[in-house]
């Protein structure tokens, strides 16, 4: 018994001994330790994974902020307004800028650096700049700036706007909601005015004219140009003629020159592009238009402009009125945004 106690002992005795000699043998606290402390963890790897990173960060915001400082240098002193055309451009040199007021304008093309004064940031190329934001072309830089839907701006320092005429309608002028939209859809040969100097923005629009509309979007699209013009006999016929046969209308009316309604306006207009221009960037869920459940007649495409953000709604809720007349004035609205997908709108309906 007492010669296994101590093949027992000298046994627990060498176990401890070779333990405790491994123990030794690693820095205590070191990378090749077992038992790695939280002291070594604090004090080394946040240095090795955010010391990079943060340099980084540190020196593009000392870049900013030199083009921030120089920018707020720069006086306002000779600022004039003007209006830029769709299919026009503005053309922008070092030091030189302006204040987007209302339209759709895009950056297309630069060299060096374009900022956004008003929110401190780098302006990306071929983003859409946002109405209210002042914009410069910052030291060493031009740029050039494309007019989607008519722009007001105003202007500093040496800018060149070119292209595009505006229309000449005594009722469409800059303080209306609807004036870059008539620009738009005018130039595009989207839309007419009722004359040369008229255009009508009050007016309801009738069924015929919705069917006329629809189809010159519909060969616009697909051909690049409109040849269809009033018929001889019956105005409309040509155009109808044409919206049948491609599936835009797909029922007869009693009375092509009853008023439209904005749920009927909508139905014919959604048949007149094809549905991958419907491009969802809106969350609209379903019923959740006040005033109309998804199940009723021509909901599915409603829900689908809101959801595109060609349609909004009427006020705050996005109350749509289903039952209403259209006027020429949210006809424009909703051509330009269904051509133009940076006129879009956002809404969310939840």
């Keep these: 018994m007492t010669k296994k106690r101590l093949i027992s002992f000298f046994l627990s005795f060498l176990f401890i001994f070779l333990s405790s000699s491994s123990a030794f043998a690693a820095s205590a606290g070191g990378a090749d330790d077992p038992l790695i402390s939280k002291s070594y963890i604090d004090n080394t790897y946040p240095g090795l994974v955010l010391t990079d990173p943060l340099q980084a960060l540190t020196d593009s915001m000392t870049a900013l902020k030199y083009k921030l400082s120089q920018a707020a240098q720069t ?27 209302f339209g759709s304008v895009k950056l297309v093309s630069n060299s060096g650096t374009v900022l956004d004064l008003t929110d401190g940031t780098v302006v990306a190329l071929g983003a859409t700049l946002t109405a209210g934001h002042r914009y410069l072309a910052a030291e060493a830089t031009s740029a050039a700036v494309s007019v989607v839907t008519a722009a007001k701006i105003s202007v500093f320092g040496s800018v060149t706007v070119s292209g595009g005429t505006a229309p000449t309608f005594s009722d469409v002028t800059e303080d209306k909601w609807f004036y870059s939209d008539v620009c738009y859809a005018v130039q595009k040969g989207l839309i007419n005015g009722r004359s040369a100097a008229i255009y009508a923005p009050d007016d309801y629009l009738s069924i015929a004219e919705a069917i006329k509309l629809a189809a010159c979007m519909h060969q616009l699209y ?59 960037k809106n969350t609209v869920n379903d019923n959740k238009i006040p005033d109309l459940k998804i199940t009723a007649t021509n909901a599915t495409q409603v829900y689908t402009f809101y959801r595109a953000g060609i349609l909004t709604g009427s006020d705050a809720y996005g109350t749509f009125y289903p039952n209403n007349n259209i006027k020429r004035s949210e006809v424009a609205a909703i051509l330009t945004r269904m051509f133009e997908s940076d006129a879009r709108k956002s809404i969310t309906l939840q």
């Design 75 to 101: 006086k306002g002193s000779g600022v004039s307004s003007v209006t830029a055309m769709p299919g026009g451009a503005i053309s922008l040199s070092a030091g030189s800028g302006f204040v987007l007021m």
């Design 222 to 280: 697909q051909s690049g140009s409109v040849s269809l013009t009033n018929d001889a006999t019956l105005w409309y016929k040509s155009y109808l003629d044409y919206a049948t046969a491609n599936s835009i209308v797909t029922k007869t009316y009693s009375n092509y020159d009853l008023k439209i309604s904005r749920s009927e306006f909508v139905a014919i207009f959604y048949a007149a592009l094809p549905s991958s221009e419907y491009t969802q």
